[in-house]
């Protein structure tokens, strides 16, 4: 099975090669965990060695300060295939500005707004993935597109949003919010196919130390452990705790 590297030092020869195709996966920690620096860091190596043409959707930052962040983070531009950066902050506003109108009108419902939202959102994908042959993708992040587009049934409308994704045919990662201690939501264990948890724990008064963990990818023999996880001139490094 085709497998794309997290290119993490030290923790993809313990994943079997990387995230198997066409899986769905959830990057789950808490603030400051590395989660979309790690999502790009997996699009641009994959870009960079393996030539796959990659996409992040962003629904939380536009797409120059995400540019700003990654460049002060010592990331450099795809050389072989490519990383679009999909700004989906025009979205939201196209859905203010429609929301307004249909406001003034006197027609605006909850359901018109949500059908025009989920509608823009799989259209706009779809279409970025047809026209740029992308392979590999990234969602950032879960609670704002559940806020933005107004999931009034979670569950449901996970589900059926899982399983759009599944027909694309492609491999996705989704950033997710966790608490600590946590590494997911309980309605996300069931959807994903793979979760990747990511945290950060206070040492002393003084100092904190990060973590990751692959605590699920179904068909993959992983490990579980916890390896103490770092960043520096744009790579990740990943290494066993001493106890």
């Known amino acids: 099975m ?4 997290l290119y993490v030092k030290g923790l993809d020869e313990h994943l079997s090669g990387g995230i198997p195709q066409h899986h769905t996966i959830i990057l789950s920690g808490t603030p400051g965990t590395y989660k979309s620096t790690l999502a790009y860091n997996i699009l641009l190596h994959n870009a960079n060695t393996l030539g796959i043409h ?6 939380e930052q536009s797409k120059e300060n995400l540019e700003y962040h990654l460049t002060n983070m010592g990331f450099k531009e795809p ?17 203010g500005q429609f929301q307004e109108r249909k406001r003034e009108e006197g027609t605006l419902s909850e359901d018109i707004s949500l059908k025009y939202s989920l509608a823009n959102l799989k259209n706009m994908i779809s279409n970025r993935i047809e026209k ?15 806020l933005a587009f107004k999931m009034n049934e979670p ?8 399983n759009w994704l599944k027909d694309l045919n492609i491999t996705t990662m989704i950033i997710a919010e966790a608490l ?15 979760i990747i948890q990511l945290r950060m724990d206070r040492l002393d008064d003084m100092s904190t130390r990060r973590f990751i963990s692959v605590v699920k990818m179904r068909g993959v023999n992983h490990s579980t452990d916890y390896f103490v996880f770092s960043f520096k001139d ?6 066993r705790a001493i106890i």
Do not use: W
């Not at 740029?132 to 559940?146: G, H, K, P, R, V």
């Open 54 to 59: 990659g996409m992040y959707v962003s629904l």
């Open 79 to 95: 050389t072989q295939g490519g990383v679009d950066i999909m700004d989906m902050g025009k979205l939201r506003k196209l859905k």
């Open 2 to 5: 085709k497998t794309y590297p």
């Open 180 to 194: 600590k201690d946590t590494y997911a939501r309980h309605d996300l264990g069931f959807l994903a196919d793979g």
């Open 234 to 239: 744009g790579f990740f490094d990943a290494a």
């Open 132 to 146: 740029n042959n992308i392979e590999l993708m990234a969602i950032d992040s879960l609670e704002l597109m559940e």
């Open 155 to 162: 569950r449901e409308d996970l589900f059926y949003f899982f």
